[in-house]
């Protein structure tokens, strides 16, 4: 290698360096300032709703307003934005702790159950053969693996099931969640994991957007497979042992 290109190299390799930097403390920051915006609008949503549960128990009539619902559906929606706003710039913060993947996915399938049996619909567990541990944030992979479910529940019909399923290979692991709901059609499965992208009528389409950058930040990878008619499973590989 030539002296000028050893100092090109470098100087790429000073560049790129500055660049990451720079890049995540950019990141860093307008996450702070998103979730910033995220708290004070919701503090006057908060009194607005206050006001008017207060004019709606001074004055019975308004509730048979055919207006009067939909402005508290509006404002739970944008309650809801905001938080799932607040849930996609907090996912890149993670505090690790070792966890039995077999207790979480059970935890998850009891925590769900009740609500099966009201919808008339089944949860299963496929459980892991051996009893993996794996280095993860308790919370934010819990919302995660939470989101997929809610999802699953959401694309079933009565009699559906939702099936969970853990399955180790060396050092990774196969989560998957997997319904016999309607499925997904391609042109969809495209950019379903893009932040504000949502093919459900009141969904905020940050969801997804949060499962993948929790998983993300776990060093592990999401996929979905889908079909018109059958149903969708999401495919979630985690490190474990000594990651």
């Known amino acids: 290698m030539s002296i000028n290109n050893k100092f090109l190299l470098d100087d790429f390799s000073k560049i790129y360096d500055e660049f990451i930097v720079n890049f995540t403390d950019f990141n860093q920051k307008q996450n702070e300032f998103n979730a910033k915006i995220a708290h004070e609008i919701r503090n006057p949503l908060s009194i607005i709703r206050s006001m008017l549960q207060l004019v709606e128990k001074n ?11 939909s402005i508290f559906n509006e404002i739970d929606y944008v309650n809801q934005l905001l938080n799932s706003l607040t849930n996609y710039c907090n996912s890149t913060y993670i505090n690790k702790k070792p966890i039995v993947l077999n207790d979480l996915l059970l935890d998850l399938k009891n925590s769900y159950q009740s609500y099966a049996t009201q919808q008339s619909k089944y949860i299963s567990l496929k459980p892991c053969s051996k009893n993996v541990v794996i280095h993860a944030d308790p919370i934010k992979i819990k919302q995660a693996l939470s989101n997929l479910l809610k999802n699953a529940f959401e694309a079933t ?12 290979n060396k050092n990774t692991l196969l989560i998957k969640i997997k319904d016999t709901g309607s499925g997904i059609s391609e042109d969809k499965l495209k950019t379903i994991f893009e932040p504000f992208v949502t093919y459900k009528p ?26 018109l008619g059958v149903g969708t499973t999401f495919l979630i590989t985690l490190p474990y042992g000594n990651d």
Do not use: C, M, R
């Open 59 to 69: 004055v019975p009539e308004v509730q048979n307003s055919s207006y009067w619902n």
């Open 202 to 227: 009141t969904g905020t389409g940050l969801g997804l957007s949060v499962v993948k950058n929790v998983i993300k930040e776990h060093n592990g990878s999401i996929d979905i497979q889908s079909k």
């Open 157 to 168: 019909k009565e009699n559906a099931l939702i099936t969970i399923s853990a399955k180790e």
